[in-house]
């Protein structure tokens, strides 16, 4: 059975920085596609990183470019997210999902999802 699972949320300052991990299992990923998406209160789940399964090609929503940076590590099945400058806005509960023969990354053709972690940030 697939499990991916989230870590690192919380509260946080404006400005601060923090790092979300995912810890995926039940199968190999190493030609998965990974992605973050989030999801904000009263909006739509939304796109904010995704990085390749061969590691060299990173995308990122325009809103965070400069400010989060998506990695891998293929031999722990596991993606991160190191997010710097928070920004309120960015208040949202984050998601991993991951998928093959998908680039760019689609909400819609993610085959499969975190349960989400939250992170909060004051302003």
Same mark, same amino acid.
């Given at each position: 059975?697939?499990?991916?699972?989230?870590?690192?949320?919380?509260?946080?300052?404006?400005?601060? %920085?923090?790092?979300?991990?995912?810890?995926?299992?039940?199968?190999?990923?190493?030609?998965? !596609?990974?992605?973050?998406? $989030?999801?904000?209160?009263?909006?739509? $789940?939304?796109?904010?990183?995704?990085?390749?399964?061969?590691? $060299? %090609?990173?995308?990122?929503?325009?809103?965070?470019?400069?400010?989060?940076?998506?990695?891998?590590?293929?031999?722990? !099945?596991?993606?991160?997210?190191?997010? !710097?400058?928070?920004?309120?806005?960015?208040?949202?509960?984050?998601?991993?999902?991951?998928?093959?023969?998908?680039?760019? &990354?689609? $909400?819609?053709?993610?085959?499969?999802?975190?349960?989400?972690? &939250?992170?909060?940030?004051? %302003?």
């Amino acid at each position: 059975q697939v499990q991916l699972v989230e870590s690192g949320g919380g509260l946080v300052q404006a400005g601060g %920085s923090l790092t979300l991990s995912c810890a995926a299992s039940g199968r190999t990923f190493d030609t998965y !596609n990974w992605g973050w998406f $989030r999801q904000a209160p009263g909006k739509e $789940r939304e796109f904010v990183a995704a990085i390749h399964w061969n590691g $060299r %090609s990173t995308d990122y929503v325009d809103s965070v470019k400069g400010r989060f940076t998506i990695s891998r590590d293929n031999a722990k !099945n596991a993606v991160a997210l190191q997010i !710097n400058s928070l920004k309120p806005e960015d208040t949202a509960v984050y998601y991993c999902a991951t998928a093959r023969g998908t680039w760019p &990354l689609l $909400r819609d053709r993610m085959a499969y999802w975190g349960k989400g972690a &939250l992170v909060t940030v004051s %302003s």
